[in-house]
């Protein structure tokens, strides 16, 4: 089990350097580039959500979407119904750029699992979700304050 665990942060680590290192010429730092994926694929989505989506409290998403706002990769529009509500979207420059995130992404992916056969890759990728469906669980429960029992 901790093997498990060590494999899938060492990959991880390894993909998001290798993002921080390509990006850096976008002005897109510490994986923001994540969360203009997440925008440009979800457009109107609001900050909740996104932290939600990303697994990251609302803090480290709001700092993100500062950033990448004054970078002016995405745009804040209010909600036509409910002023207090910011819905997020790309802006035509974080568009340009989210083609480029995508095309890594594709590279990145099939450099992984190179050498994986089709039924391989469907069996990684349905363990991967069941162990990420299992963690959300506990993600949510410290979220709201609580401690697990070990």
């Known amino acids: 089990m901790e093997e498990t665990l060590r494999e899938i942060g060492m990959i991880a680590r390894a993909l998001e350097s290798i993002s921080n290192i390509e990006f850096k ?4 730092t510490k994986g923001q ?10 457009p109107g989505i609001i900050q909740e959500k996104l932290a939600e989506m990303i697994k990251v409290d ?6 993100a979407i500062k950033k990448l706002e004054i970078n002016g990769f ?19 420059k974080g568009k ?3 083609s480029f995130i995508k095309r890594e992404h594709e ?13 391989e890759v469907e069996v990684f990728i ?10 959300e669980k506990d993600w949510e429960f410290v979220k709201k304050g609580n401690k697990r029992n070990y």
């Open 74 to 92: 995405i745009e804040k529009k209010q909600d036509a119904n409910n002023k207090k509500i910011k819905k997020l979207f790309s802006t035509e």
């Open 25 to 28: 010429e976008y002005d897109l």
């Open 126 to 135: 349905n363990f991967l979700k069941r162990a990420r469906k299992n963690i």
């Open 33 to 42: 580039y994540l969360y203009l994926v997440r925008i440009h694929e979800n």
């Open 58 to 63: 609302r803090t480290t998403v709001a700092r």
């Open 107 to 119: 590279y990145s992916n099939d450099v992984t699992l190179r050498g994986f056969s089709k039924k």
């Open 96 to 98: 340009d750029v989210y």
